[in-house]
């Protein structure tokens, strides 16, 4: 597998912020959800809130042993577990970590979302060894690993609930997690697009030194570089102030930038109108309440011109509206 400057027993302490701490079971959620699916939808019936249960699989590798132990301490399936919770369902869908024959992959499939260990090590291979724009390698590697859950659960959602779509589901997937990545905290959203943009940067600068494959032309998936922009796309169409720099550093086009707002109108259109009405909305407010991640690294930090208010405590910063 790939070298990198942390070591696999050390890459998930550093890999997730997310805050260690213990949910009750009398704290689960009520199962007469307040969600209420639109009238064309074929799901009507049977939707239930906290349909997601959780598995840290037996490595195959047993050099993933460390990782696992790790992923398990961190509580890493149960935090998202509960912050997928508000999510109406008319099944049960599993969390799972586990190996893949050396092939770092993720995906959705037979009611179970997937992240291969190998995955954490593909992170692991893209995050810089030290601070790089204002994150250090532990703030990095947040924004990629939540990102991948939440890409796997935007093919979950579109398949279970039949949500109609144009174009490629992969897209689809990328846009709903960006969505979601850009309604945390006004912080937190910053160093999350931040993170997920630094490993996927890095991936799309090599692949770019390369004449593309007919192969990866053909790919459900955009070019690593297309997905880079279109991440950045959403977030500076939602909040130019918090995304000022993403311009002026080239890490997006300004011939983009210009239609961006438009993007991010039309995704967050379709995400209410499609995917907000399965979710319980008072149960969503508690989750977005709470303190989600522990970064090392203040937001102004990552600025080159901070946005007003990103200097002050993040205690501070009022959480983002979906």
């Known amino acids: 597998m790939s070298k990198c400057c942390i070591s696999r027993v050390s890459l ?56 696992q132990a790790m992923l398990k301490n961190r509580r890493l399936l ?53 601070v790089l724009q204002g ?46 990545l850009l309604h945390f905290g006004k912080a937190d959203a910053r160093r999350l697009i931040l993170g997920a943009s630094i490993v996927a940067g890095d991936e799309a600068l090599e692949e770019q030194s390369k004449a593309p494959e007919l192969r990866l032309i053909a790919d459900t998936h955009d070019l690593p570089a297309q997905r880079y922009f279109n991440r950045w796309c959403l977030a500076y169409g939602m909040d130019p102030a918090l995304f000022a720099d993403a311009t002026s550093t080239g890490k997006l086009p300004e011939g983009r930038a210009k239609r961006c ?13 499609l995917i907000a009405p399965y979710i319980d ?8 309440a709470k303190t989600w991640f522990h970064f090392d690294s203040p937001a102004a930090a990552t600025m080159i011109a901070p946005a007003q208010g990103l200097a002050e405590s993040e205690k501070e910063l009022p959480k983002a509206k979906r």
């Open 12 to 67: 998930v302490a550093a890999l997730i912020g997310l805050a260690a701490y213990v949910v009750p079971a009398s704290a689960q959620p009520s199962p007469a959800p307040s969600c209420m699916p639109p009238a064309w939808a074929k799901q009507q019936t049977g939707l239930k809130t906290g349909q997601f249960d959780y598995q840290y699989v037996e490595p195959k590798n047993s050099a993933h042993l460390p990782l």
């Open 135 to 180: 994150l250090t390698p532990h703030d990095v590697m947040i924004g990629p690993t939540v990102e991948v859950f939440l890409h796997e659960l935007g093919h979950a959602l579109v398949e279970v609930l039949d949500i109609p779509f144009f174009g490629r589901e992969e897209e689809v997937a990328d846009y709903i997690a960006t969505y979601i």
């Open 78 to 130: 149960e935090h998202l577990q509960e912050f997928l919770s508000p999510i109406c369902l008319p099944e049960r869908i599993t969390l799972k970590v586990e190996g893949c024959n050396g092939v770092a992959n993720a995906y959705f499939w037979e009611d179970a979302i997937k992240v291969c260990y190998e995955y954490f090590e593909y992170i692991q291979k893209y995050t810089p060894k030290g």
């Open 281 to 288: 909305q008072p149960l969503r407010q508690q989750v977005l």
């Open 261 to 273: 707002r438009y993007e991010y109108r039309t995704n967050e259109f379709a995400f209410e109108t």
